[in-house]
């Protein structure tokens, strides 16, 4: 069936480092969502990405959908304590009008100070 | 304050006994849906409603019912617990289908079947 896979699945970095996650799915996308979750959290979105080869940026944070619409890409630049979490892509599932939301297994980064 | 509200926060229950947990959300949402999340596989889909009396399965809906009477209301049963319902549950809501809308999440609901 469709999957959307994310790695690494950890990653340790001293404070100051640069990060990136992946993620990538089986079939092309509509769109493309991150979420962070910090330690006993919820997921929070972050951005969406929409067209093929879009770029977007958050402070530190850089977003990219790829050409293919079938690969994204977190980059966090000179990270700090505060970007600790669990970062999820997710992508809708299946044609047409779906309700079906598949997310990736979730990276999880820790900072050492 | 916009917000989607889960209860209880904990639940331990016994194999079995049937339970409920509610999901509530203020914002007008069309769409809901509930996610179980395991350590390693991430946020997995249960059963999503796209409006009122609108409901389909996730990818791991066995042992799972969901009912969406009202709009604001979308509630999670599970009929007979078993131990490998053992799970932080979330419960989301977005303005529409979720295809083209940020997904707002409650604050989970941690789940502990014996």
């Known amino acids: 069936g469709q999957q959307v896979m994310q790695i690494p699945q950890y990653q340790h970095v001293q404070e100051g480092e640069d990060f990136t996650t992946y993620c990538n799915s089986s079939t092309t996308l509509s769109n493309i969502q991150w979420y962070k979750q910090r330690p006993g959290g919820h997921p929070v979105f972050l951005i969406q990405l929409v067209k093929s080869g879009e770029v977007k940026k958050q402070k530190r944070l850089t977003f990219q959908f790829g050409e293919a619409k079938k690969n994204s890409s977190l980059h966090i630049t000179a990270t700090q304590t505060t970007d600790v979490g669990t970062y999820f892509c997710?992508?809708?599932?299946?044609?047409?009008?779906?309700?079906?939301?598949?997310f990736g297994q979730g990276t999880t980064l820790q900072v050492k100070p | 304050e916009a917000q989607v509200t889960q209860n209880p926060r904990y639940l331990i229950t016994v194999t079995g006994k049937k339970l409920t947990v509610t999901c509530s959300q203020n914002?007008?949402?069309?769409?809901m849906s509930w996610y179980r999340q395991d350590p390693g596989l991430g946020l997995r889909q249960i059963y999503y409603?796209?409006?009122?009396?609108?409901?389909d399965k996730g990818d791991v809906p066995e042992g799972y019912k969901v009912s969406r009477k009202e709009k604001r209301n979308f509630p999670l049963i599970l009929e007979s617990p078993s131990p490998n319902q053992t799970s932080l549950y979330f419960c989301?809501?977005?303005?529409?289908?979720?295809?083209?809308?940020?997904?707002?999440f409650g604050n989970g609901t941690r789940l502990t079947v014996t």
């Open positions: 997710a992508g809708p599932m299946g044609s047409g009008n779906t309700g079906k939301l598949i």
């Open positions: 914002m007008n949402h069309e769409y």
């Open positions: 989301a809501s977005s303005l529409s289908t979720g295809r083209f809308s940020p997904l707002h």
């Open positions: 409603s796209m409006n009122v009396e609108v409901t």
